[in-house]
Every structure is written in C-alpha cells, then in structure tokens.
C-alpha cells in the first residue's frame, strides 16, 4: 500500500472510529505516518463541534486498529 493510500484509510478509519466510539464528529487535518520499526500512522484534527484537538494512531499492517487516542 503506498503512502496516499495509507493517509486515506487512516482518516477515514479515524472518522469511523471517533463517531462510532466516542459519538464525536471528527474533522482530520494531518497524518503522519511512522515506519521506522513499527508501522503506524497517527492522524490529527479537531473535533468538529467543540474544535478540542484530538488525534488517533492505529497500526496500517492490522487493518487500522486503533491503539490509542488523545488531545494534542
């Protein structure tokens, strides 16, 4: 899977997460994304009704797990 592909999955995958999970409206902003020695992709944005900055990393080689969330 090339890199586009990874960010578009990862943002849709984190907009699915949070309105499933958390009933949050999550806007993406940015992606990063780590393959050094652990194949992670971290994506960043807001929540879109209180504007609070969020993120969600998930792991690309299992199918977008997400492992964990956070404000930044």
Do not use: C, L
């Not at 999550?26 to 992670?40: L, M, Q, R, W």
């Not at 209180?50 to 956070?70: C, H, L, P, Q, R």
């Amino acid at each position: 899977m090339d890199k586009k592909a990874i960010e578009q999955k990862a943002r849709a995958m984190a907009v699915e997460y949070f309105a499933i999970e958390e009933d949050i409206k999550f806007v993406p902003e940015e992606t990063e994304i780590h393959d050094d020695d652990i194949a992670t992709v971290v994506v960043y944005g807001h929540n879109k009704e209180t504007k609070e900055k969020i993120f969600a990393s998930m792991d690309y080689t299992n199918d977008f797990k997400v492992g964990s969330t956070g404000g930044w």
